[in-house]
């Protein structure tokens, strides 16, 4: 396979594709046609530009506004397919990873490609246990949020604020370098969520434990109060590994879009990894699990549902947790959390928000408003439920989700500062505006 970018006039049978595989175009226009190469299953935008209706014209422009038929890069890291409801990381389907692996597991596999040996996973989790710790700085840094901050917001603002305490971070063309802040955005995002979250509640910051797992260590700097060894529930821990793993990657969606995108002016990761933070922010993304338990609490309880169900048909309303770009059918994800919930409840006690999604799913997957549109639950349905069983305030559950996503988003950012076919993004647009207008002095501007 040819690793050279291609261009308009590579010939077909370098275009990976058996001969003939091309796309005949014919320009009515002009009456010419065009054999378009396809590879893939893609034809590449730029073979559009030698499309014209003469020397002047700049080329034909593939129009996409957001990106809904549009590859923006070639990707070994997820596997998605949206119809059969599959999902695998590096090729290993998500059902499995839930239930044999670990979450640093599952992250070492999305950055180097392969489950590691023994001995390659204890150096990786011992790498990230000793990297755990923030500057000092930092603390200060969160404290002058306004007590009632959005974590999110203190996320974003932490995680940006950390490239100025690794300014060598920028050296993105140098391996050893990505590899230490690979494992140091992993080891501190926990710590930075943990202590946006003690600002809020008004806590003092709990320093990590090095002797407790990733997924009990976040809960012993979330919980832990005046005892002098927080010791995690191994079932919570537990489900919240799972959930890290649900949340790791997942392709092209927005907010790694937003990574890649920033990231491929060749800023350091710590930048482009904030921008994700904001992308993932946003309640139409990883901002909606706060938004599901907001909506079901305004359900309030299962005679209310039908009333509900009327507002979103009205367009009044948004099933918030339903629905996928991709996915048009069950999120996989969504089948293992909602039997995670079953483990978190046994020592929670079940959420009583429970009983009111249940029935929300029944009643949406038989209304062909939802099923004609193809919207089932997605990642976003049942996760908040968990996090609101541990006691976590729902401003705190797309945090939860940011924690997880750290390792896809630094997992896709180092094979976009690795891909040779990769350079700025810089989208084209359609110009709608005015042209060539004089300056009219305001003296004269009625
Ligand atoms: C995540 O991309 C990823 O991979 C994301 C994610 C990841 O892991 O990174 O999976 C995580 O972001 C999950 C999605 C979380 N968001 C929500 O749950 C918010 C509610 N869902 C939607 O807003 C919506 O479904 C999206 C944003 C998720 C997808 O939107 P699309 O693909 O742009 O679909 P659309 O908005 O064009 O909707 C198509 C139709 C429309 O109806 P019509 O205008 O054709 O009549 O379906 C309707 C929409 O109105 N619709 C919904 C709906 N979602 C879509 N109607 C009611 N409730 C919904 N949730």
Not at 87 to 93: A, S, V
Not at 198 to 215: C, F, I, S, T
Not at 280 to 294: C, D, T
Not at 384 to 401: D, E, K, N, R, T
Request: charged share 20%; proline share 6%.
């Amino acid at each position: 396979m040819s690793t050279e970018p291609e261009t308009a006039s590579t010939p077909v049978a370098e275009a990976n594709g058996t001969a003939g595989d091309t796309l005949s175009i014919t320009d009515s226009r002009t009456g010419a046609s065009y054999e378009i190469p396809i590879r893939d299953g893609a034809v590449r935008s730029l073979d559009l530009r030698q499309i014209k209706v003469d020397d002047d014209d700049f080329g034909l422009l593939a129009y996409d506004p957001a990106f809904m038929n549009t590859a923006s890069c070639r990707s070994a890291v997820t596997y998605l397919d949206g119809d059969l409801g599959v999902l695998e990381y590096r090729g290993y389907p998500i059902e499995q990873l839930a239930e044999h692996s670990s979450y640093l597991e599952v992250a070492f596999l999305l950055v180097h490609g392969e489950l590691p040996r023994t001995d390659e996973l204890d150096a990786w989790v011992y790498d990230i246990k000793m990297h755990t710790f923030v500057h000092e700085n930092l603390k200060s840094f969160i404290q002058g949020f306004r007590h009632d901050a959005h974590p999110m917001g203190m996320l974003l603002g932490a995680v940006g604020a950390l490239s100025t305490f690794y300014p060598d971070a920028n050296q993105i063309h140098d391996p050893d370098n990505r590899a230490i802040q690979t494992i140091r955005l992993i080891a501190k995002m926990p710590t930075l969520a943990a202590f946006s979250y003690r600002h809020n509640m008004g806590q003092p910051y709990v320093y990590p434990d090095n002797d407790l797992e990733y997924a009990g260590n976040l809960l012993g700097m979330l919980y832990k109060m005046t005892e002098l060894k927080y010791q995690p529930d191994p079932r919570i821990a537990k489900a919240l590994d799972v959930l890290f793993i649900l949340h790791a990657d997942h392709e092209q969606n927005c907010s790694t879009t937003a990574v890649r995108a920033i990231g491929s002016s060749q800023v350091d990761p710590y930048s482009a990894v904030a921008g994700g933070i904001a992308a993932l922010y946003g309640p139409s993304h990883g901002g909606a699990n706060e938004e599901v338990v907001r909506m079901l609490m305004r359900i309030g309880s299962n005679e209310n549902i039908p009333d509900f169900i009327d507002g979103v048909k009205a367009g009044r309303e948004r099933l918030m947790g339903f629905g996928h770009r991709v996915y048009k059918n069950y999120d996989p994800r969504a089948r293992i959390i909602k039997k995670a919930c079953d483990d978190v409840f046994e020592v929670t006690g079940i959420n009583p928000l429970l009983a009111i999604a249940t029935e929300l799913e029944k009643i949406a997957l038989g209304d062909d408003y939802f099923v004609s549109r193809r919207l089932y639950p997605n990642v976003d349905f049942y996760s908040g439920l968990i996090y609101q069983a541990l006691g976590l305030p729902m401003a705190m559950f797309p945090v939860m989700f940011a924690i997880g996503r750290t390792s896809g988003w630094i997992a896709q950012w180092l094979e976009m500062v690795q891909d040779p076919e990769q350079k700025i993004a810089r989208p084209r647009q359609i110009y709608t505006g005015e042209r060539g207008r004089d300056y009219v002095p305001i003296s004269q501007r009625d």
